[in-house]
């Protein structure tokens, strides 16, 4: 090995307290290992077997052990592997003088060497090794006393802090206090701004409340965190602040009646909503619901198009809640439109105007609707067959189209369709039209 090497292995200073056992069963071995290693300021104790070197351990501490791997009755791994369950914090060097690989691999695995060393060894090499096991092992100690340093120092802070203690719940109790006048007078403030745009028409008056009242339902029935809840009442509150710049004639006019410059003038309140939300901190929540709440779950909607799950869940809710409202009061068509009939016409925008699970949450809430074409059976997608019909549309796991409703299927489409389950990896059931027992059977099978 190189002088600069040796230099190295020699850095490590005298008086130090470096405790090393040497394990070998062959004595000249334990003596060249202790004129190897003495000079360097190690403290070297020796052992002839892997019972004696554990017997060593019992009585005394060691830093590092060195242990041959071929030995009588045990050889080095299963002493090393001793070792490691013992005294895990003992650094582990096994020297091999034989091609047995096998033996190697176990004292690796199991005994968690620091490094293994082939006899003959070079000296330098073997200092070397030394050493650097040595210095990993004093950053270890050094690692220990700092996170122990820390933690005693942790705790002098916990008792300088235990008077503070006090007066920090006083005024978390002021605080809490004041946070629930200033949400109280936020709420107010937002039921206030929602009101401005309801005092242009006689039709829009409660339409604001009914619509967030309703999305909070829906959005506690799908099971919504609280906050996400809170954004789309705030959302419903305010879904309509955009149409304040609108002239009063259209905004007294349904949509259905609408021109194309009408439409397109209308169709930019989602957009000025949002705007008009943004600035503030708690509102952008809201906001985003705002923007998306006139898109279209097939991706025909505006203003940005979107389509499935990539429509933000609170204003999938809102569409549905305002578009119920809406051809109640309406606001939709021309005529308004009973509850019963409301709920029908929602219900049949399954899929193409509004997300299934929504839908399912809101007729849960408002009474149950089966529209007749809605009547189906989930088939399995290796069970379809040619002339079955969608009754759904059929989704990808991202919420991407495949296929709309209504759509007659061929045995090329549901070729595709078992293709791209098989694929992805997944059991697909497809909703298909119910025409009778058949269906069921095939369902069933």
Same mark, same amino acid.
């Given at each position: 090995?190189? /002088?600069?090497?040796?230099?190295?292995?020699?850095?490590?200073?005298?008086?130090?307290?470096?405790?090393?056992?040497?394990?070998?069963?062959?004595?000249?071995?334990?003596?060249?290992?202790?004129?190897?290693?003495?000079?360097?300021?190690?403290?070297?104790?020796?052992?002839?077997?892997?019972?004696?070197?554990?017997?060593?351990? /019992?009585?005394?501490?060691?830093?590092?052990?060195?242990?041959?791997?071929?030995?009588?009755?045990?050889?080095?791994?299963?002493?090393?592997?001793?070792?490691?369950?013992?005294?895990?914090?003992?650094?582990?060097?096994?020297?091999?003088?034989?091609?047995?690989?096998?033996?190697?691999?176990?004292?690796?695995?199991?005994?968690?060497?620091?490094?293994?060393?082939?006899?003959?060894?070079?000296?330098?090499? &073997?200092?070397?090794?030394?050493?650097?096991?040595?210095?990993?092992?004093?950053?270890?100690?050094?690692?220990?006393?700092?996170?122990?340093?820390?933690?005693?120092?942790?705790?002098?802070?916990?008792?300088?802090?235990?008077?503070?203690?006090?007066?920090?719940?006083?005024?978390?109790?002021?605080?809490?206090?004041?946070?629930? $006048?200033?949400?109280?007078?936020?709420?107010?403030?937002?039921?206030?701004?929602?009101?401005?745009?309801?005092?242009?028409?006689?039709?829009?008056?409660?339409?604001?409340?009914?619509?967030?009242?309703?999305?909070?339902?829906?959005?506690? $029935?799908?099971?919504?965190?609280?906050?996400?809840?809170?954004?789309?009442?705030?959302?419903?509150?305010?879904?309509?602040?955009?149409?304040?710049?609108?002239?009063?004639?259209?905004?007294?006019?349904?949509?259905?009646?609408?021109?194309?410059?009408?439409?397109?003038?209308?169709?930019?309140?989602?957009?000025?909503?949002?705007?008009?939300?943004?600035?503030?901190?708690?509102?952008?929540?809201?906001?985003?619901?705002? $923007?998306?709440?006139?898109?279209?779950?097939?991706?025909?909607?505006?203003?940005?198009? &979107?389509?499935?799950?990539?429509?933000?869940?609170?204003?999938?809710?809102?569409?549905?809640?305002?578009?119920?409202?809406?051809?109640?009061?309406?606001?939709?068509?021309?005529?308004?439109?009973?509850?019963?009939?409301?709920?029908?016409?929602?219900?049949?925008?399954?899929?193409?105007?509004?997300?299934?699970?929504?839908?399912?949450?809101?007729?849960?809430?408002?009474?149950?609707?089966?529209?007749?074409?809605?009547?189906?059976?989930?088939?399995?997608? /290796?069970?379809?067959?040619?002339?079955?019909?969608?009754?759904?549309?059929?989704?990808?796991?991202?919420?991407?189209?495949?296929?709309?409703?209504?759509?007659?299927?061929? /045995?090329?489409?549901? $070729?595709?369709?078992?293709?791209?389950?098989?694929?992805?990896?997944?059991?697909?059931?497809?909703?298909?039209?119910?025409?009778?027992?058949?269906?069921?059977?095939?369902?069933?099978?």
């Amino acid at each position: 090995m190189s /002088e600069e090497l040796a230099v190295q292995a020699a850095a490590v200073k005298p008086g130090e307290g470096w405790r090393i056992l040497c394990v070998d069963d062959e004595p000249n071995i334990l003596s060249s290992l202790r004129r190897l290693l003495r000079p360097h300021g190690y403290q070297i104790v020796v052992a002839g077997s892997g019972a004696e070197g554990l017997q060593r351990m /019992e009585t005394q501490t060691f830093d590092l052990v060195v242990s041959d791997m071929r030995m009588p009755e045990m050889d080095g791994a299963r002493f090393l592997e001793l070792v490691r369950a013992r005294w895990p914090d003992t650094v582990r060097i096994l020297l091999t003088g034989y091609a047995d690989i096998t033996s190697t691999v176990d004292a690796i695995n199991k005994g968690e060497i620091y490094r293994y060393i082939s006899k003959p060894w070079d000296d330098n090499d &073997l200092l070397l090794v030394v050493r650097q096991a040595l210095e990993t092992k004093a950053l270890e100690r050094e690692k220990a006393r700092l996170e122990a340093l820390t933690a005693q120092q942790n705790e002098e802070l916990k008792d300088l802090n235990a008077n503070l203690e006090l007066k920090v719940m006083e005024r978390t109790v002021e605080l809490r206090q004041a946070n629930e $006048r200033i949400k109280n007078s936020f709420l107010t403030s937002i039921k206030v701004f929602a009101n401005l745009i309801e005092l242009r028409g006689s039709t829009l008056a409660g339409h604001s409340r009914r619509v967030a009242d309703l999305s909070r339902k829906i959005a506690n $029935r799908l099971g919504l965190k609280p906050a996400e809840a809170q954004d789309v009442f705030l959302a419903g509150l305010l879904h309509d602040v955009g149409k304040i710049g609108l002239p009063d004639a259209l905004l007294a006019k349904p949509v259905a009646q609408m021109n194309g410059d009408e439409l397109g003038h209308y169709r930019k309140h989602p957009v000025k909503g949002e705007q008009s939300l943004m600035p503030l901190a708690d509102l952008q929540g809201a906001a985003r619901i705002v $923007r998306a709440h006139h898109e279209r779950f097939d991706g025909q909607g505006y203003p940005d198009g &979107l389509a499935g799950l990539a429509i933000p869940v609170g204003a999938r809710i809102l569409a549905v809640a305002n578009d119920y409202d809406g051809l109640q009061i309406g606001v939709l068509a021309q005529r308004r439109y009973p509850e019963d009939d409301a709920r029908k016409l929602i219900a049949e925008g399954r899929g193409r105007r509004y997300d299934p699970e929504v839908l399912d949450a809101f007729l849960e809430i408002v009474g149950h609707v089966e529209p007749e074409y809605r009547a189906e059976v989930a088939v399995s997608a /290796e069970h379809l067959k040619p002339g079955m019909v969608l009754s759904r549309d059929l989704m990808s796991r991202e919420g991407v189209l495949l296929l709309s409703a209504d759509y007659l299927l061929d /045995e090329a489409l549901i $070729r595709q369709i078992r293709t791209y389950a098989r694929t992805e990896g997944i059991l697909m059931n497809v909703f298909v039209r119910n025409t009778g027992a058949s269906n069921e059977k095939t369902a069933a099978g």
